[in-house]
């Protein structure tokens, strides 16, 4: 998570991504452990209410880690609310705290209009209440909206992509905006199994016209992306196998050109940090104190 100056450096790090029901339910002891093992902070799905009151208990029990909305969704969180909470949390954890926004999917909202210039005007009201373009960030697929978050915010938040989409992002929005994507994570060596689990979470995903749009520009057939999904897709969608091959195509985001990368580890919550912790030493995370904040 950055600021300009530090999204300018290309410092690479990792977060991780969950909801912010799951990440509310660890308590202070996982929070720090997290913390502990180097992990720069915590990318929050949901998409969370407007006021975000999960999000100081987790700054409060903690030194470094940071906190990012990933994303709260412009149809059913008021802009001006939202950016009420963005004040409460920078004003007590200066630098701490990234909103991060989105247009979710025009399957899932009944009120969906143009999201580019829904966006906008979101973005516009934001400005209006003194959000910080550095402290706010897009999820962003498609070329239009990555251009938008290099643009009027800190960078972009892709989801269920490729080490290419970002290669392609990071040609698209130039070598300064941010460039967090997120890659789920599958702890197993079992390639079946891997496989299975990874199209019991992709199977929400498959019919989303948004989601469909980016893998078939990433060369993607229909029939890779119809139900349940070509092991084709599962494998480029979903990291598996040893904690030594699951860090190196994590970091194939890395050397794609991203600032960091937001790692899902598809686990029920007990699972988290036992696997974030065998995940450290293959990442090559550093302690808290030496870890640069991106």
Same mark, same amino acid.
Do not use: C
């Given at each position: ?156 938040? %892709?989801?269920?992509?490729? *080490?290419?989409? !970002? &290669?392609? =992002?990071?040609? +698209? ?7 967090? @994507? ?86 029920? %919550?007990?699972?988290?940090? *036992?696997?974030? !912790? &065998?995940? =450290?030493?293959? +990442? ?7 870890? @640069?904040?991106?």
């Amino acid at each position: 998570m950055s600021d300009t100056a530090e999204t300018k450096n290309h410092q690479a790090g990792y977060g991780v991504f969950g909801s912010y029901e799951m990440f509310r339910d660890l308590g202070p002891q996982k929070w720090r452990e997290i913390e502990a093992l180097g992990y720069i902070g915590l990318w929050a799905g949901g998409p969370p209410p407007a006021d975000l009151s999960w999000v100081d208990p987790i700054l409060a029990a903690t030194d470094t880690l940071h906190v990012g909305t990933g994303i709260v969704n412009i149809w059913t969180a008021d802009a001006t609310e939202v950016a009420r909470s963005y004040h409460r949390i920078a004003d007590a954890y200066p630098g701490r705290f990234v909103l991060g926004i989105g247009a979710g999917h025009p399957e899932a909202i009944s009120a969906y209009r143009k999201p580019y210039d829904a966006l906008n005007d979101y973005l516009d009201e934001l400005d209006r209440q003194g959000v910080p373009r550095e402290r706010r960030v897009l999820a962003a697929l498609g070329p239009r909206v990555l251009k938008l978050s290099a643009d009027r915010t800190g960078g972009a938040l %892709p989801y269920l992509t490729t *080490p290419q989409h !970002t &290669a392609d =992002a990071r040609e +698209l929005i130039g070598p300064d905006a941010g460039l967090a @994507p997120e890659h789920k994570v599958i702890m197993t060596t079992d390639v079946e199994q891997a496989r299975a689990l990874g199209r019991d979470a992709l199977a929400v995903y498959l019919p989303l016209a948004n989601y469909r749009a980016t893998w078939t520009r990433l060369g993607f057939t229909e029939a890779d992306m119809d139900a349940p999904g070509s092991d084709a897709l599962v494998d480029a969608m979903i990291a598996y196998g040893t904690t030594e091959q699951i860090a190196a195509r994590l970091n194939e985001h890395i050397t794609a050109g991203a600032n960091h990368v937001a790692i899902q580890v598809l686990t029920e %919550p007990e699972g988290l940090v *036992p696997a974030l !912790t &065998a995940l =450290a030493g293959p +990442l090559g995370l550093t302690t808290p104190a030496d870890t @640069p904040t991106v």
